[in-house]
């Protein structure tokens, strides 16, 4: 086999690992060019590992990977970007490891999707950088959702198809988005939505990041936001998330340590 068929060059982020063999790690990785793909890191475990502290999760990594009999083998790491404020912050991680489990959650090893891969960079740049991780989580799910095709409706009734009015709405998992006062009181499992949230769902939904972020969002109505994407991301998967958990018990940690 011709050498440029037996080994490809990715930019990848880092996703999870796991243990593998005696010494070896497996990757799951979140690749431009070839989507969700997983690898084969042959001796990284041991402490002399050179390709070890270049795949860490969290990491945008450059990749030189051979084919394997199973799974590709990486053969060259370089770190691209280690986000290092996200690991130097454990709320900063816990948010990042949101962000990882829910694209790893969501995806299959099924092919290139650039903007994912993109919007996935972005996010952890963005985390490693604001002073508002919540936003930059809301706008994420929101985004993420709408690649995967699960765009959640926010501006007619999802069942009857009625402009959304100015005034209190439902939101229902199931209809997969927003219902009209009527519609609402008659559809079980659909939970009341303000209208300022959804006024922000929908600026977020529709606007580019820079455009977004000019958004002042209390905290009432970011908690409100968040409830209704963790309620309609847990009904996609049919089950709940391990991360978010994690998260809020870190904020409840650091939030009793000020």
């Known amino acids: 086999m011709p050498s440029r068929e037996r080994s490809f060059r990715v930019e990848a982020i880092v996703l999870r690992h796991q243990d593998w063999g005696?010494?070896?790690?497996?990757?799951?990785?979140?690749?431009r060019q070839s989507g969700k793909l997983r690898a084969v890191a042959k001796g990284a475990r041991k402490l002399r590992s050179?390709?070890?502290?270049?795949?860490?999760?969290?990491?945008?990594?450059?990749?030189?990977?051979?084919?394997?009999?199973?799974?590709?083998?990486?053969?060259?790491?370089?770190?691209?970007?280690?986000?290092?404020p996200i690991r130097q912050n454990l709320e900063l991680y816990g948010y990042a490891s949101y962000v990882v489990e829910l694209i790893d959650r969501f995806t299959y090893e099924e092919g290139e999707h650039r903007a994912m891969y993109n919007l996935l960079a972005d996010t952890l740049q963005r985390l490693a950088e604001t002073p508002n991780p919540p936003f930059v989580l809301r706008y994420y799910e929101l985004?993420?959702?709408?690649?995967?095709?699960?765009?959640p409706q926010l501006f007619k009734c999802a069942i009857c198809q009625a402009e959304i009015q100015p005034q209190d709405q439902y939101f229902s998992a199931e209809q997969g988005g927003t219902l009209c006062p009527s519609c609402g009181k008659k559809t079980p499992a659909a939970t009341p939505v303000s209208q300022i949230a959804l006024k922000y769902l929908r600026h977020l939904q529709r606007s580019a990041?820079?455009?977004a972020a000019k958004a002042r969002i209390?905290?009432?109505?970011?908690?409100?936001?968040?409830?209704?994407?963790?309620?309609?991301?847990?009904?996609?998967?049919?089950?709940?998330?391990?991360?978010?958990?994690?998260?809020?018990?870190i904020i409840k940690q650091t939030t009793h340590a000020d």
């Open 50 to 84: 050179r390709k070890a502290g270049h795949l860490e999760p969290f990491t945008r990594v450059s990749l030189q990977l051979a084919k394997g009999r199973d799974l590709p083998i990486v053969t060259q790491a370089e770190a691209l970007d280690l986000y290092m």
């Open 209 to 211: 990041y820079l455009e």
């Open 218 to 249: 209390a905290e009432p109505v970011n908690q409100e936001m968040e409830s209704l994407l963790q309620g309609y991301i847990t009904y996609l998967l049919e089950r709940k998330l391990n991360t978010p958990g994690f998260l809020r018990s």
């Open 22 to 31: 005696e010494a070896d790690r497996l990757l799951v990785l979140f690749t």
């Open 143 to 151: 985004h993420l959702l709408d690649l995967l095709g699960y765009r």
